[in-house]
């Protein structure tokens, strides 16, 4: 009977599974996809929508800092400041799951997406000078991740995609329409 060590049966198993990983990563190019098409797509749409609730709330609790009402400064703080620490832990959870089942360009500018929406300092208001920049900052790195998820999931087309009749077959028939309601619309204004 051959008695194996815990740390050796983790390290044989740990090295069995990323040769799996770079042998499926060799054959598919180079370009090693972690989870489902369909999977991916959840989860980037979920992290989108945490990131852009996590911005929205650290904006809402560094406008709550208003003088006029002690009480409502109060009150409000405490309650932007609860709905942020919720959604930071839901995005938390969200970059994990990104990091988990995502393509690595995808991830990269997740990082990015993810430090752009927590960058906000609630201690003073967007407009302070210590925030400037912030909010072009987050738009930036939101439009950088939507462009890498589509990518990633090849809504946009390759370049191999240039034959594609059924494609091509829709763009015709909506060009002759348009040119139909151009041609309607110009005798129409003649009359």
Not at 48 to 73: K, P, V
Not at 120 to 147: C, I, M, Q, R, W
Request: proline share 3%; net charge positive.
């Amino acid at each position: 009977m051959v008695v194996m060590e815990p740390m050796a049966a983790v390290t044989t198993t740990a090295g069995r599974a990323a040769g799996t990983l770079l042998a499926k990563a060799f054959q598919q190019g180079g370009r090693l996809r972690l989870g489902g098409r369909e999977e991916r797509r959840i989860i980037y749409a979920h992290f989108q929508a945490c990131s852009i609730r996590m911005y929205n709330h650290l904006e809402d609790l560094s406008e709550t800092r208003s003088w006029g009402n002690i009480f409502s400064l109060w009150y409000g703080e405490r309650r932007a400041r609860d709905r942020a620490v919720g959604t930071f832990r839901e995005l938390q959870e969200a970059l994990m799951e990104l990091g988990l089942a995502g393509n690595a360009q995808p991830v990269d500018v997740g990082i990015k997406l993810f430090e752009a929406a927590t960058a906000p300092n609630t201690k003073y208001s967007l407009s302070h000078k210590k925030n400037k920049g912030v909010e072009d900052a987050f738009y930036d790195a939101l439009g950088n991740f939507l462009d890498a998820c589509k990518e990633d999931l090849w809504y946009l087309p390759q370049w191999w995609q240039i034959w594609r009749p059924a494609w091509w077959k829709v763009r015709w028939e909506a060009r002759t329409e348009r040119r139909e309601e151009l041609k309607k619309a110009k005798s129409s204004e003649k009359d």
